[in-house]
């Protein structure tokens, strides 16, 4: 049986302020991105969200970001080598405090917003957040885009990488996400979200925002916690998944291309 990682981005609630249903979306997914309170989340919400996905049984990942409360970590930031390397242990190390505090164990580390389209493109800022995470050490892996600078600074420092797909996001002809202030770059269609991550699945391409046949070969998919179908996303999907003959199972670093190359 073939086998793939959902994975959803939730803890993103701070203080007073609610965004996501996380503990409708928890049962459909097998790994979370939990933010680390730099772009969304306060460290009442990590332990509470941390606490939640071990009840769960799903994988735990820090998804740290720039230090952007105010525009949700997704405005890009000139930070050091030094700066980003530091942002990302700090932030990853807390929510590494709270898995282990409830009896789990921090698995992954998956950039937010931003930075994470950033270091697609920014060799100096993926090789700062790759060692970061190489530094993290016990066996944490990296998720990102296939065929990017940040998978590339994973191959160079022998880390585990986990590639990604986005169901609920459009791409362009280079195999990048559209950006956000795009019309159709979000994907509210849970038809569309399905039918394109099982084709995607199938021929090992997704059709562009114009058309064109992009390269798709991952090992986790991704569904916004953020999104207002996120939930309904995640059922149809894992159902559809399932259907197929296709486990949802948390990423598991090996040594062999990922499952669904």
């Known amino acids: 049986m073939k086998h793939v990682d959902l994975n959803a981005d ?5 203080g007073a302020w609610t965004m996501g249903l996380d503990t409708q979306l928890l049962p459909s997914i097998s790994s979370a991105n939990i933010a680390c309170g730099w772009h969304a989340g306060d460290p009442v919400v990590m332990q509470a969200t941390v606490a939640a996905a071990v009840t769960a049984g799903v994988a735990i ?3 740290p970001g720039y230090p952007d409360l105010a525009g949700f ?9 030094d700066e980003a390397h530091s942002a990302i242990l700090y932030q990853a190390g807390a929510l590494r405090a709270f898995a282990e505090a409830a009896g789990g164990r921090l698995s992954h580390v998956k950039p937010h917003g931003a930075m994470y389209n950033d270091a697609t493109v920014n060799p100096a800022l993926a090789r700062s957040i790759a060692k970061a995470v190489q530094a993290l050490g016990g066996g944490v ?7 990017c600078e940040l998978s590339k600074a994973a191959e160079e420092l022998g880390l585990p990488y986990a590639r990604e797909f986005f169901a609920d996001r459009a791409y362009d002809d280079s195999g990048r996400l559209v950006p956000r202030s795009k019309p159709g770059a979000v994907i ?3 038809e569309l979200a399905v039918g394109r991550t099982l084709t995607a699945i199938r021929t090992g391409s997704v059709p562009s925002m114009t058309g064109k046949p992009i390269p798709a070969c991952f090992d986790t998919i991704c569904l916004h916690g953020d999104n207002p179908e996120a939930v309904d996303f995640a059922r149809a999907l894992r159902t559809a998944l399932q259907s197929g003959g296709i486990a949802v199972t948390p990423f598991r670093p090996v040594s062999a291309p990922g499952v669904l190359s």
């Open 73 to 81: 970590g997704r405005r890009s930031m000139a930070l050091s080598s």
């Open 188 to 190: 509210h269609n849970r």
């Open 10 to 14: 939730m803890g993103e609630s701070f």
């Open 61 to 63: 990942g820090a998804h």
């Open 141 to 147: 892996y990296l998720v990102g885009l296939p065929d």
